[in-house]
């Protein structure tokens, strides 16, 4: 079970971090993937990373731009949004995938979804 949170009203350029936390679990077994849906789209991949070895993966559309990151004593995970455009709103969601110690991947079927967080980028 995992639980995103800070979502928000962003103006264009500006940031926003997004956390991930997991709840009754462990998050060091899971590799984390950030995905988002807008309106009308279909959903999209973002970024994941491995549960130990902190290989990392991004969308082309994010990089550079955002920052996956975790915490495993914290049982957190996190996504740092910098230089946030309008396209980049969307609802945000955070999943999880048992295994991938060394190694992720964004078309991996993850199996534990969070409710999404909405983030709306807009002067």
């Known amino acids: 079970h995992v639980v995103e949170s800070g979502g928000g009203l962003v103006q264009p350029g500006g940031s926003l971090r997004l956390s991930c936390a997991a709840s009754g679990d462990t998050l060091d077994h899971y590799a984390i993937g950030w995905f988002r849906q807008a309106p009308g789209k279909e959903r999209e991949a973002v970024s994941c990373i491995s549960s130990s070895d902190g290989y990392t993966d991004y969308a082309d559309s994010v990089k550079g731009r955002f920052t996956i990151s975790r915490d495993n004593a914290k049982n957190t995970a996190y996504l740092q949004m910098n230089s946030l455009k309008p396209e980049d709103t969307a609802v945000y969601y955070c999943?999880?995938?048992?295994?991938?110690?060394?190694?992720?991947?964004?078309?991996?079927?993850?199996?534990?979804w969070g409710q999404g967080t909405q983030v709306t980028v807009s002067s």
């Open positions: 999943a999880a995938i048992i295994g991938g110690s060394y190694y992720c991947r964004l078309d991996w079927e993850y199996q534990y």
